[in-house]
């Protein structure tokens, strides 16, 4: 029982040195170099076992390689120096160790053992100065240059460093550190207890010249602090559009607020610019016009009436009226009126009682049969004789459906009884001889006796009695 109690207390005590062992062995072994300051500087720094050593004369790169002063790095690292100017010599001492430096030379002797330097020393009597490479190659130093700080590290343990890492990627973006052993890089981060600041784009001011900002962001969130950018801001104004179809709108490029000469088309057609031409006409009576609507210049499906007839011919008192100037239009078919020949028919009647025989010839006509007569005509007798008596399409009575040609179509006609009867009675049932006589020069057609126009009772009546042709009656051109 005491024996086993005895062997376990010297376990424990073992294994308490051990534990302490390697505590102080991790603890002698390495030097931390913490709290650095990384920032290129214009000189050398030197960094001996974490604390920055000054120098009389600065640390030097030749050729590549680093020299310090000799006597002052010795003296840093515990060891006694002695020049001897007669033999040109220099020797360094400290517990266990004795070194021999000669001037001029790229040996060193170290307890008894020659080393040879990677350049031989050099500077003054005043200062003397050694590649620091001696110091790793021949006395077991460890060395980190650090170029792009201009910074050199050395410690006889193993150097360990936090060199910037940079940052997190997603907010709040801490800032780290990587661990450096001896210079070399390792996985090892730590934070170093900054968030990352950022400047974003914040916008731009509302009044000209609209400069542009940025605002801080620390760790992935906006601060109040905003700063220029140092540029104003460019945007696209509505500009216009163009005059002609299809009317593009346009933007204009401002800087600073105010317009350039740069124009870019936005995308759009300006819809504003809608208008409404005239389209023509319609193919039935009442010959409605219309019209189509444009928009920027392009004809739409979309129609309307603009409130007008086709005024090619005329309507006046409800009459229709076509005659040399005034004319239909292709499509106006009506057939022959329903109307008028009814009226036709009781004065035929009268007429067979009165012992006279009348009937119609040539009553209602299309334009098309019109133009086919026309036509004819000019080839037998030429154009100008031809318009004294047969009328261009669209300018025939015959076209109304109101119009009948009587009997033989002749000036035989002129002679007959039925003739003479026609001339003084066909008023009363609605009609008059359109073509008088003495009306020539106004009508501008020959004297067709056979010829009625059918007016309605109370308008052929007036007419008649007046005694003046249609033209006349209503005042209007021939
Ligand atoms: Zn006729």
């Known amino acids: 029982m005491k024996k086993t109690k005895r062997i376990l207390t010297l376990l424990i005590v073992m294994f308490v040195m051990v534990v302490q062992l390697n505590f102080a062995l991790a603890d002698e072994n390495q030097t931390v170099f913490d709290h650095l300051n990384y920032h290129l500087t214009d000189q050398i720094r030197f960094v001996l076992d974490g604390k920055l050593i000054s120098f009389e004369?600065?640390?030097?790169?030749?050729?590549?390689?680093?020299?310090?002063?000799?006597?002052?790095?010795?003296?840093?690292?515990?060891?006694?120096?002695?020049?001897?100017?007669?033999?040109?010599?220099?020797?360094?001492t400290n517990e266990d160790t004795t070194i021999l430096f000669t001037i001029g030379s790229n040996k060193a002797v170290v307890n008894d053992k020659e080393k040879t330097l990677d350049a031989t020393i050099g500077g003054t009597e005043q200062t003397y100065i050694i590649p620091i490479?001696?110091?790793?190659?021949?006395?077991?130093?460890?060395?980190?240059?650090?170029?792009?700080?201009?910074?050199?590290?050395?410690?006889?343990?193993?150097?360990?460093?936090?060199?910037?890492?940079?940052?997190?990627?997603?907010?709040?973006?801490?800032?780290?550190?990587?661990?450096?052993?001896?210079?070399?890089?390792?996985?090892?981060?730590r934070y170093n207890g900054?968030?990352?600041?950022?400047?974003?784009?914040?916008g731009f001011e509302a009044a000209v010249p609209n400069k542009e900002y940025e605002i801080l962001y620390v760790g992935g969130k906006p601060t109040v602090k905003t700063r220029y950018n140092g540029k104003n801001h460019e945007d696209w104004r509505y500009g216009g559009f163009e005059?002609?179809?299809?009317?593009?709108?346009?933007?204009?490029?401002?800087?600073?607020?105010?317009?350039?000469?740069k124009t870019r088309y936005n995308g759009k057609n300006h819809v504003g610019a809608v208008e409404w031409r005239y389209d023509g006409y319609e193919a039935v009576f009442p010959f409605k016009e219309y019209e189509r609507k444009y928009i920027n210049g392009v004809a739409t499906a979309e129609t309307r009436y603009t409130g007008n007839?086709?005024?090619?011919?005329?309507?006046?008192?409800?009459?229709?009226?076509?005659n040399k100037t005034y004319s239909l239009p292709e499509g106006y078919n009506p057939g022959e009126s329903s109307v008028a020949h009814s009226a036709f028919l009781v004065m035929q009647k009268d007429a067979k009682a009165a012992g006279l025989t009348i009937y119609i010839s040539s009553g209602f006509r299309s334009y098309s049969s019109q133009a086919s007569i026309y036509k004819r005509n000019v080839a037998a007798y030429g154009q100008s004789k031809t318009d004294t008596f047969s009328a261009k399409p669209g300018n025939s009575e015959h076209q109304t459906g109101l119009a009948f040609d009587?009997?033989?179509?002749?000036?035989?006609?002129?002679?007959?009884?039925?003739c003479l009867w026609i001339e003084q009675n066909c008023y009363k049932y609605g009609f008059i001889v359109r073509y008088a006589k003495e009306k020539q020069s106004i009508t501008g057609y020959q004297y067709e006796p056979w010829h009625i126009r059918y007016l309605g009772e109370a308008l052929a009546t007036k007419?008649?009695?007046?005694?003046l042709c249609l033209e006349e009656y209503f005042g209007i051109a021939s």
């Open 57 to 92: 004369k600065l640390p030097e790169l030749v050729n590549g390689r680093i020299f310090v002063p000799l006597q002052t790095m010795l003296e840093a690292i515990g060891f006694h120096v002695q020049t001897n100017t007669s033999t040109q010599t220099i020797q360094a």
């Open 133 to 189: 490479s001696f110091f790793s190659d021949s006395l077991g130093y460890h060395l980190v240059w650090v170029q792009e700080s201009n910074l050199l590290l050395m410690s006889k343990q193993d150097i360990e460093e936090w060199r910037y890492g940079g940052f997190e990627a997603a907010a709040p973006y801490r800032e780290y550190e990587n661990l450096y052993v001896n210079g070399a890089k390792t996985s090892k981060t």
């Open 194 to 202: 900054i968030n990352y600041e950022d400047w974003r784009y914040g």
């Open 243 to 261: 005059a002609a179809p299809p009317n593009r709108e346009y933007e204009i490029l401002f800087v600073d607020g105010k317009a350039t000469a």
């Open 309 to 322: 007839n086709h005024t090619s011919f005329l309507i006046l008192q409800d009459t229709l009226i076509v």
């Open 406 to 418: 009587l009997n033989t179509v002749n000036d035989a006609f002129a002679t007959t009884k039925e």
């Open 463 to 467: 007419v008649f009695q007046s005694g």
